[in-house]
């Protein structure tokens, strides 16, 4: 497991909002720390060089996700992190 | 639903306000007119075109 | 054309091609480019259909949709100058935006989150678009802020080709997190056509052809097209010679002694259009060299050429 970012607020639209260094492949999933899967990355977007994470709450643990604000987020090792970057870097 | 935004006729900038923030200019509707390719009254609008060049 | 740098000396033939401000009326129709004002209701694809039946035309084609209730600069490329549109695609747009947000969150934070999302960002296309929804990097290259007011933020936004700006103030929402939308849109610039002078209405297009076909007094009808030429406005320059033209518009790879003129830096891979002596565009294509490597050539291929836009046999042939 690899650290994705701390939560940083519930969006209105009941995603989880983080911000990471990394930029992770749109449908990996997240755990938390106790390894137990929350949901999954929804969308990336904002500043590339520390992007706005939003992750979609898995139906069964959407009740509990407005107290983790400030928990911190985890995508498996073998994520491909290099997936979004790949096609444009020779602009 | 109402629209907001206006530009001023003198500095064309835009603006939410009732007169420019920027020039003290009057404001103008940017959107354009609506068009329907009958363009019924078309020839009455031409006339009036004329009419305003002419007498200008 | 604006400050190009002298390679060789070489004069162009009268007899051939026309300088784009001088064609006949018919002619410059028929490569011209409408800088509409694009009124809120039709696609894009509609307004294109009733250009071509206002102005009895074959084909039309606009440069750079914008949704049905978006309104602004929506260039129309005529006849032989709807080609030429394509150049446009890939052209920086500006637009006039009014965001709303869906809580208050005072003035210095919709200040940060601007700032923020300007430079390169990240922006997957909205799920009901036609392109793909895999993750891009766009690039803002301004935002002006004009006016904040509680939850409305009016600005002014220059953005390479494809981006998204209704999911632009979308993401700006979830990063604040109380939610936004786009309230309004104007598209103010796209490549070198502006909001200015020669923007026009429907109305006007309408009325200027009318007076042409039943006064038979031309200058309205000039004043709403525009030569094709200003598809290229925004791209980097090589003028050629007279005798290298018809060349490439059969499509052949540009070399070194065609080339007379070209802009200051050129970086391989760039869009370059090809022009005449005259002003008129033959076609565009990719450099394969830079503008000093260019300058110092005389032999090679420089520019790989892409797209052709001239007639073949507007100029003679003085090849093989
Ligand atoms: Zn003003």
């Given amino acids: ?91 | 639903m109402k629209l907001k935004m206006r530009r001023c006729r003198v500095c064309k900038e835009y603006t939410l306000k009732d007169h420019c923030p920027h020039c003290g200019g009057e404001l103008e509707v940017i959107y354009p007119p609506r068009y329907s390719p009958e363009d019924k009254y078309g020839k009455y609008r031409r006339m009036l075109k004329k009419q305003m060049s002419d007498s200008s | 054309m604006a400050e190009l740098l002298q390679k060789a000396y070489g004069e162009t033939d009268p007899h051939y091609g026309s300088i784009p401000e001088e064609r006949p009326l018919e002619e410059h129709l028929s490569k011209g480019i409408i800088n509409l004002d694009k009124p809120s209701g039709p696609t894009s694809h509609e307004i294109d259909a009733w250009v071509k039946r206002i102005l009895k035309l074959d084909k039309t084609g606009h440069g750079g949709t914008l949704d049905p209730r978006v309104t602004g600069v929506l260039p129309i490329g005529l006849d032989t100058a709807t080609r030429s549109i394509q150049l446009l695609l890939e052209a920086p747009k500006e637009y006039v935006c009014l965001m709303r947000l869906h809580e208050d969150v005072g003035e210095a934070k919709i200040r940060d989150i601007l700032g923020e999302f300007t430079g390169k960002i990240f922006q997957t296309p909205p799920m009901r678009s036609a392109v793909k929804r895999e993750l891009r990097v766009r690039t803002i290259y301004y935002v002006n802020i004009l006016e904040i007011d509680g939850q409305d933020a009016l600005f002014r936004i220059g953005c390479e080709a494809g981006t998204y700006i209704r999911k632009y103030c979308h993401d700006i929402g979830e990063a604040l997190g109380v939610g936004a939308h786009m309230a309004e849109l104007r598209r103010t610039r796209v490549g070198d056509f502006q909001e200015d002078d020669t923007l026009k209405t429907l109305q006007d297009v309408t009325d200027a052809y009318h007076y042409w076909i039943e006064d038979g007094d031309e200058a309205p009808l000039r004043e709403c097209v525009l030569p094709m030429e200003r598809a290229a406005s925004h791209l980097k320059k090589i003028v050629v010679r007279d005798s290298a033209i018809d060349a490439v518009c059969h499509g052949a790879d540009l070399a070194a002694g065609g080339i007379l003129q070209l802009s200051e830096g050129i970086k391989r891979k760039d869009t370059l259009a090809i022009m005449t002596l005259k002003g008129e565009l033959v076609a565009a294509g990719e450099a394969l060299a830079t503008t000093t490597e260019i300058d110092q050539a005389d032999k090679g291929i420089m520019v790989n050429i892409k797209k052709v836009f001239m007639e073949p046999g507007t100029y003679p042939m003085m090849w093989k």
């Fill in chain 1, 1 to 91: 497991m690899k650290k994705l970012g701390k939560i940083l607020h519930l969006s209105n639209r009941g995603r989880i909002i983080l911000r990471s260094h990394q930029t992770p492949a749109l449908g990996l999933s997240v755990f938390n720390s106790r390894n137990k899967k929350v949901g999954f990355i929804h969308d990336v977007f904002g500043p590339t060089k520390d992007p706005y994470i939003s992750v979609k709450i898995l139906a069964s643990k959407s009740k509990k996700s407005e107290n983790r604000v400030g928990e911190t987020l985890y995508v498996p090792e073998q994520a491909k992190k290099k997936w979004g970057r790949r096609k444009r870097s020779k602009n």
